[in-house]
């Protein structure tokens, strides 16, 4: 049910019914790294490129979604995925012996939500059976497009973030077991400005600040209702900026409030300056450390709000400004209001 231009309310409660997060050696190294279904101590994932690798990846995440499920290719209805490398190849090159029906998304780090979204949304509609979205991100692939060769050695300025190399899938189908999605806010393009491409974080936080404060307004719904209010990616100076945007609207998520980009790493031990980032730092997060809790009932009530920054090389070379976007998921233990 639509409630304003871009927030429903599912009626159908879509159940997420299977779940799966692969990271790399860095990852794993990190205060999560228990709980990510497989952790790969070999950036090349046995390939012989580290594009190939990321495909590699994104190929095991959906293959442990689906087994974890009890699911075979042929039980997927449809399929989302996107990733940051040009053309989304991570996705079309590991997902084309599949011959799952696609649809490719591009939110930059925000495509889980996207996916997942989108998943609920064709879902609740009943023109979904079984659906899967996944996203991945790959520290050298990302680093190789959208900033030098790793070989050159450049110092990273402290609000810089580390591209997670990892992965995240999930299996959305109608309601039947927690997790449930509840509800979604589709987001708009924010764009305060800021042209430093090492500073994602501020030129995200826009973003995430409209979702969140749109999905509360829209829905009568207040921070204390979350157990958990995630977002994707900020890392430690757009989380700062996020609680002053909000503050400015009256709204405090400060005491409920987790950024997958600062969870992902030990910021004193790891030398990740401002966080972790990356599509899959958020995904596998999501599918690694909160959906199991969800599951068991340990959280009742999450608003999951991944954040892309919508950039290239070319339009930082050219002195454009960072426009991003953030999407909001209200995933929750119960199917009841």
């Known amino acids: 049910m639509k409630i304003t231009g871009n927030t429903f309310v599912l009626k159908n409660t879509p159940s997420i019914v299977s779940f799966a997060s692969v990271v790399g050696k860095k990852e794993s190294e990190g205060p999560l790294g228990s709980c990510f279904d497989e952790c790969e101590q070999d950036a090349y994932f046995g390939q012989d490129t580290w ?9 095991r995440t959906v293959s442990a979604a689906l087994n974890k499920g009890g699911f075979t290719p042929e039980d997927i209805d449809y399929m989302f995925s996107g990733d940051l490398l040009n053309q989304c190849i991570s996705s079309t090159y590991a997902l084309r012996g599949f011959d799952i029906p696609i649809l490719g ?4 780090c925000s495509t889980m939500s996207e996916g997942l979204l989108l998943a609920s949304l064709l879902t609740d ?6 659906i899967c979205a996944v996203t991945s991100s790959h520290f050298c692939t990302a680093e190789r497009q959208f900033r030098l060769p790793l070989s050159y050695g450049g110092q990273r300025t402290p609000t810089a973030q580390w591209t997670c190399t990892a992965s995240g899938a999930v299996v959305v189908a109608e309601k039947s077991v927690p997790p449930y999605v509840k509800g979604v806010t589709i987001g708009k393009i924010c764009d305060l400005g800021v042209t430093d491409a090492n500073n994602m974080g501020a030129a995200m936080a826009p973003a995430a600040a409209y979702v969140i404060k749109t999905y509360l307004e829209d829905t009568g719904k207040t921070p204390a209702d979350f157990d958990r209010i995630i977002t994707g990616d900020l890392g430690t100076v757009g989380t700062k900026l996020l609680y002053e945007l909000l503050s400015r ?5 400060s ?8 969870m992902m790493f030990d910021l004193k031990e790891q030398d990740v300056h401002a966080g972790g980032s990356g599509c899959g730092c958020s995904a596998s997060v999501l599918c690694g450390y ?7 009932g340990e959280l009742k009530n999450i608003l999951f709000c991944a954040t892309g920054a919508l950039m290239s090389t070319t339009a930082s070379q050219q002195g454009e400004s960072i426009p ?5 998921v209200h995933i929750s233990n119960s199917s009841s209001d």
């Open 105 to 108: 998304l591009f939110g930059a």
């Open 324 to 328: 991003s976007v953030s999407h909001a």
């Open 290 to 296: 909160f959906l199991p809790k969800v599951k068991t």
């Open 249 to 253: 609207d009256g709204i405090d998520i």
């Open 125 to 130: 509609s009943g023109a979904g059976g079984h």
């Open 51 to 59: 594009e190939k690798a990321e495909s590699e990846m994104l190929k």
């Open 255 to 262: 005491k409920n409030h987790s950024d997958c980009g600062v």
